[in-house]
């Protein structure tokens, strides 16, 4: 899908992803998280490669799709513990109740999450990247569906995160009022499909 | 680490059964599908106690199998379906561990109530009272290595049109050998044999299950996030 792609991010950036619909901003982010294998090439931190050690890696990130991974019949808040206690080390202390207030969820917390609408479904999944610490932030169309102030809530996550020398990676149609960097993926995108392969359909 | 990895799997057993608390329907429908199925087999062969007897604990099993069955699919699925799948993958903990404890959440919440409501059934089918200690040791060991089994079926599936169907078709050849030792513990003690080698056949396919069937699971479920 990709050929020639060559980036890095450092410390405290945030790296804006660009490109028409279809020219694999999702599929860059889901390679950076590792959820996919690239065929050639290979993804490194501190250029030591992600593979050599997988679980030091996942506990490095957090990945927001675009689906909100959130179980209809537990409550807001049990959703977030959730991950928060399966993220978390085990001597960090985590967050759950600031993330719950950061996103205005609080007054939410004891509600079954079927009751959510799409916009308090995805301020609590983006709750979840706030509970607790990780470096790298993967975050795909993450201002989806939500209103404006909480794309300024989101917008004040990211910076907060930068400054404590946090990464942010963002696939986004929206520009959110963040200091970043953008790379257009389209110019790399190299997507040729061979009708034989579909035959099968 | 160890530590947080045993913190992990029970986390997440104890969300599978808060899960199947709140969608109580669920598994009391797995268990009532089980009562049904054992009751159809009277009112078909006839209710002559005779051929009852005989053919008990072969009933009780096919039941228990396709109780067990059909309460797979939605093992993985839900959480596929809602993106949970691909944070389980992305936790630092090994995604055996976390299939393990998805799949042992399920054995509480479908095999365990089996094998509770098993001696009625068998009191039902008129069996003689000399098999009930065996059915109950053989189905303990029995139904866990079913969920083994059944969870890689159910990470095969995922994505699949006529899941269920399929499920069947994949999972059904590989609970046999479970089904033959399992009905075969039964009729030995029900004819004064001993079981012991039955049973043992049978642990030696849970422990075996235990150890092959998460890393099977784990990656049927990375290739289907892929």
Same mark, same amino acid.
């Given at each position: ?7 890095s ?24 998280a ?12 501190n ?39 399966i993220n ?7 967050t ?16 079954p ?5 799409a916009g308090?479904r995805?301020?609590l ?6 509970a607790?610490?990780?470096?790298l932030?993967?975050?795909d ?9 909480s794309?300024?809530?989101?917008t004040?996550?990211i ?11 963002i ?12 790379l ?7 997507f ?5 392969d579909?035959?099968d359909? | ?32 599908f ?16 005779g ?10 099993w096919?039941?228990?199998? !396709?109780? +067990? ?5 939605? #093992? &993985? ?5 809602? @993106?949970?799948?691909? /944070? %389980? *993958? ?13 799949t ?9 109530? !089996?094998? +509770?409501?098993?001696?009625?059934l068998? #009191? &039902? ?5 000399? @098999?009930?200690?065996? /059915? %109950? *040791? ?5 139904t866990p290595?079913l ?9 095969l ?7 269920g169907?399929?499920?069947s078709?994949l ?13 075969s513990a039964v ?6 044999l001993?079981?012991?080698?039955q049973?043992l ?6 422990l ?19």
């Amino acid at each position: 899908m990709f050929t020639n792609l060559n980036f890095s991010i450092n410390e405290g950036e945030v790296l804006y992803l660009i490109g028409p619909n279809g020219s694999g901003k999702s599929t860059l982010l889901r390679l950076m998280a590792g959820l996919l294998n690239p065929v050639n090439g290979v993804l490194t931190w501190n250029d030591k490669d992600i593979r050599d050690d997988e679980g030091l890696f996942k506990s490095r990130i957090h990945y927001v799709g675009h689906q909100d991974s959130i179980k209809t019949a537990l409550t807001v808040e049990e959703n977030l513990r959730f991950w928060a206690e399966i993220n978390s080390d085990i001597k960090e202390k985590s967050t759950v109740q600031e993330a719950l207030e950061q996103f205005s969820l609080d007054n939410l917390s004891t509600l079954p999450a079927r009751f959510l609408s799409a916009g308090q479904r995805k301020r609590l999944n983006l709750a979840r990247i706030c509970a607790n610490w990780a470096p790298l932030w993967l975050l795909d169309e993450p201002s989806n569906s939500l209103d404006s102030d909480s794309v300024n809530t989101l917008t004040a996550a990211i910076s907060t995160h930068q400054k404590k020398g946090g990464i942010v990676a963002i696939a986004s149609h929206e520009n959110l009022d963040v200091h970043s960097n953008s790379l257009d993926i389209s110019m790399f995108t190299n997507f040729k499909i061979k009708s034989r392969d579909y035959d099968d359909w | 680490m160890i530590g947080k990895s045993v913190q992990v799997f029970f986390k997440l057993i104890q969300r599978e059964i808060l899960l199947a608390i709140r969608h109580g329907a669920d598994s009391c429908m797995i268990v009532l599908f089980f009562v049904i199925v054992v009751v159809l087999f009277p009112l078909s062969v006839g209710p002559e106690p005779g051929i009852l007897t005989r053919i008990s604990a072969g009933i009780i099993w096919v039941s228990a199998l !396709l109780s +067990v069955m059909l309460s797979m699919d939605r #093992l &993985f699925q839900s959480d596929y379906e809602d @993106g949970g799948l691909d /944070l %389980l *993958i992305l936790a630092s903990q090994p995604l055996e561990l976390i299939v393990l404890a998805k799949t042992v959440a399920h054995w509480l919440t479908t095999g365990f109530p !089996l094998i +509770v409501i098993s001696p009625l059934l068998a #009191l &039902f089918l008129n069996m003689d009272t000399s @098999g009930y200690s065996t /059915l %109950l *040791i053989a189905l303990a060991l029995g139904t866990p290595t079913l969920s083994l089994v059944g969870a890689i079926g159910a990470a095969l599936i995922l994505g699949a049109r006529r899941s269920g169907v399929l499920l069947s078709l994949l999972v059904l050849p590989l609970f046999i050998p479970i089904l033959i030792f399992g009905v075969s513990a039964v009729d030995a003690a029900l004819t004064n044999l001993s079981s012991k080698p039955q049973l043992l056949i049978l642990g030696g396919l849970f422990l075996t299950g235990l150890v092959l069937c998460p890393w099977a699971s784990a990656a049927a479920l990375r290739q289907a996030a892929e």
